[in-house]
């Protein structure tokens, strides 16, 4: 099967999440099974500047498939966004005999591994890790079902809490530019409201959704806000606002923060991993390269990073009317 590869690279890249791991047992795995070797590089693009590598066989990852963040390390290099930075990386690939890599990142690593490609004509394959869900090409990233997961779980354990006592929450979840989390959390978690980048709500159709929902004898309410919503106001403005024009309403704010990020994978993000490891490695011996792997209609199939780094993937319409009518 190989053309030619004998030592696979792989890092984390980026914001961790979880099912890197995962993903990370899975390129190792696959390479013992080709019988190729393989290094981990820690710290991503810093590490691989600096050659901080590790050789890694079948058992060097036994347990950590259920663990979150990830074992090899995150990182963000201002370096190797220059030409000497990539210069330096390419010194440490030909130093240590590695003749390609797979990177587990965002949209960002994706752009510098395509730099790198272009520059050197190096070997790269993608696998997409972040728990936003924001890339085109696949239709889940690693770690956003567990994120999902998360945020159903925590807006639950609030709603026990809101309705003891009547009151308004607004649970900010992460989503700076999509609102896949909000959408599909809230949906999931049975929210009166949900506000995301995508949609600009408006104060006024917020307040009248609210005042619709205490009419329809609703006595507590979740309204779940991506960070990035078009409303243009921080979840303790909006609280402020919709106090001072509903007095009925005692508002709580609630912001999930980085736990997003952490946890245990889901069953799905595991699987989704080990299937995608095994993607990159075997296409990479195949002699292809430049491409992201992802989920498309249950199938694992590759997207070319310049069409992967394109835009953001785009919001369910679909899932943007269920979840209208369920909070008629
Ligand atoms: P997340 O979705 O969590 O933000 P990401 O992979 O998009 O993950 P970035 O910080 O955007 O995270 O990118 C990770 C690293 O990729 C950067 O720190 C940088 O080293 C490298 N990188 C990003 N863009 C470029 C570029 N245009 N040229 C070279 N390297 C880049």
Known sequence: MSKGIKKIGVMTS????????AAVRSVVRTCAYHKIECYGIYRGYEGLIEGDFVKMDARSVKGIINKGGTVLKSARSKEFRTKEGRAKAHEQFVKAGIDGFVVIGGDGSFTGAMVFNQEYGFPVMGIPGTIDNDIVGTTHTLGYDTA????????????????????LFFVEVMGRDVGHIALNAGV?????????????????????????????GKSSSIVVVAEGDKIGKSVFELKDYVEENMSEYEVRVSVLGHMQRGGSPSCFDRVLASRMGVKAV????????????????DLIELTPFDQAVKGKAKIDKELLRVSDIMTV
Request: net charge negative; glycine share 10%; proline share 3%.
């Open 14 to 21: 980026g914001g961790d999440s979880p099912g890197m791991n």
């Open 148 to 167: 999902l997961n998360t945020v159903v779980e925590v807006i639950d354990k609030i709603r026990d809490t809101a309705s003891s006592h009547n009151r």
């Open 188 to 216: 999931g978690a049975g929210a009166e409201e949900i506000l995301i980048p995508e949609e600009d709500l408006g104060l006024e159709r917020l307040l009248d959704s609210l005042r619709r929902s205490k009419q329809s």
């Open 282 to 297: 075997e296409s990479l011996l195949e002699g292809k390269s430049n491409y992201m792997v992802g989920l498309k209609n």
